[in-house]
């Protein structure tokens, strides 16, 4: 079972160690010094999935963490160390071997993007977006399309960008209006779309775009390649955080796009967008985990050595106790956001809702342990030097996009709403896949 992927990750361990110059020693020295923070990541993992977390949480340390505050300080797009992570397989994670995916498990995706995000959590972020978009070409595209786009995809030689968001369709992604006109054997795209990352600086765009008539059943999925006449970009937006990954808008103006770039049939770009969301969800969540584990890990390390009062400030039992507090958030977030990997590595009924659930607690609960670690650093915890406030920062987005917090809870509150029959079904605001569960997913989710 393990064949091929053993096979290709050890050599892509060999890889990196040489990539790096550096002693295995000193690196694995690195690992030991991380598995002992406060909340070990490593327990219940198999021995293939910590050989992954060792190899991620290396390239974490070496290649990402030295960088952060400096992407960030400067805006840069860091293109080299995008391209280095996916050379060591992580461009096309859960992708099938056959066209150069790596052929992971969710499960193992999640311990990926935990532990680059120790490094930096705005270009794991950016690395996530990219693998969901792979995922889709590779669950729902045609053979002669996978063999186009994902090994160029897979090995970092290209990247790709999600575009589900407009100026005029948010939260309600369904009433996009971004359109698609047949002209003999093209689409003729024309619209707008807003707040994509990696927009202007990726080379596939994976455009949701109308077909059809209104609502989620006119909505068809269409790739299209950065030079193609007619595609531009906006200003890069100046954000609060995720500032190594830039933000765009992706603008449309009679761009031709042969129909052979369609993915999957006419109507079904809704349900494609939606399903690639559910991983989405839980790999953003995962990048919360990691964020939040790096914030709490430092946090610590300041208390140790900061002294007030003649002692330090580990000593004071507040202290101890608001970091139980947070080891205990932080545990409690991994398991659901790893449960949630699980439920859709096993096609679980209640998938969707697991990563609904497992992205609303982590993003909310990873960003205040971010928040309190910040608290703990003082005033040093406000200043730009410390990377905990860049931590807050960036996490902070986690609650806004993939899923807005309150379209989550709208989402689970249906679902609950069904199980326990307390209101009438059907508010009007859900229109993704996998939000309208059949009875026996509810139950399970009860169980
Ligand atoms: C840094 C960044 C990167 C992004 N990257 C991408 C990307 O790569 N691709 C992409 O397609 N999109 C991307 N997005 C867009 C993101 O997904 C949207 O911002 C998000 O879906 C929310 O949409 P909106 O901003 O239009 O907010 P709105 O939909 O206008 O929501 C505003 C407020 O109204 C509330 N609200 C809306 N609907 C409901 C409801 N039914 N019930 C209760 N409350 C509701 C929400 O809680 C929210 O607080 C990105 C956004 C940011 C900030």
Not at 18 to 38: E, F, H, I, K, N
Not at 60 to 82: C, F, Q, S
């Amino acid at each position: 079972m393990f064949s091929i992927r053993s096979s290709a990750l050890s050599s892509r361990v060999s890889a990196l160690s040489s990539a790096l110059c550096r002693p295995r020693a000193a690196a694995s020295a690195g690992v030991r010094a991380m598995s002992m923070q406060a909340v070990d990541a490593s327990i219940g993992l198999t021995e293939e999935q910590l050989e992954i977390q060792r190899m991620a949480l290396n390239f974490a340390k070496t290649e990402m963490a030295p960088n952060m505050l400096e992407w960030d300080a400067k805006e840069i797009y860091p293109a080299e160390t995008m391209r280095a992570a996916a050379k060591l397989g992580f461009g096309a994670i859960y992708c099938n071997p056959d066209f150069g995916g790596t052929g992971l498990s969710r499960m193992d995706g999640t311990v990926i993007f935990e532990a680059l995000s120790t490094g930096c959590v705005s270009t794991s972020a950016l690395l996530s977006i990219h693998n969901m978009v792979v995922y889709a070409i590779d669950s729902f595209a045609s053979v002669e399309q996978r063999e186009k786009y994902i090994p160029s995809l897979a090995n970092g030689e290209r990247f790709a960008s999600y575009c589900l968001t407009e100026p005029g369709a948010g939260s309600d992604a369904a009433s996009l209006v971004t359109s698609a006109k047949r002209e003999g054997d093209f689409y003729v795209l024309n619209g707008t779309k807003s707040f994509i990352s990696g927009g202007g600086e990726h080379d596939v765009y994976m455009v949701m775009c109308r077909t059809g008539g209104p609502g989620a059943k006119g909505i068809s999925c269409v790739l299209v390649e950065k030079g193609t006449p007619g595609l531009s970009f906006g200003q890069k937006e100046r954000k609060l955080g995720w500032n190594s990954s830039p933000t765009r808008q992706v603008i449309f103006e009679d761009v031709k796009v042969p129909i052979a770039n369609r993915v999957g049939k006419e109507g079904e770009g809704f349900s494609i967008a939606m399903q690639a969301l559910n991983g989405g969800r839980v790999n953003i969540s995962a990048c919360s985990l990691g964020g939040a584990q790096e914030a709490l890990s430092i946090a610590r390390e300041h208390l140790l050595v900061r002294k007030q009062f003649g002692k330090s400030l580990a000593s004071l039992q507040n202290s101890q106790f608001k970091l139980a507090e947070m080891a205990t958030g932080l545990q409690a977030s991994r398991l659901m956001v790893r449960q949630a990997a699980q439920a859709m590595d096993s096609k679980h009924p209640a998938a969707a809702s697991l990563c609904a659930m497992a992205k609303l607690f982590a993003t909310d609960t990873c960003f205040d342990i971010c928040n309190q670690a910040l608290q703990l650093h003082g005033g040093y915890g406000y200043l730009r030097d410390y990377k905990v406030q860049q931590f807050v920062r960036d996490l902070r987005v986690h609650q806004i996009l993939e899923g807005e917090r309150r379209r989550i809870l709208v989402m689970v509150s249906d679902l609950v709403n069904h199980v326990f029959g307390t209101a009438s079904r059907g508010t009007g605001t859900n229109n993704g896949a996998g939000l309208a569960p059949p009875l026996t997913h509810l139950l399970l989710l009860l169980v």
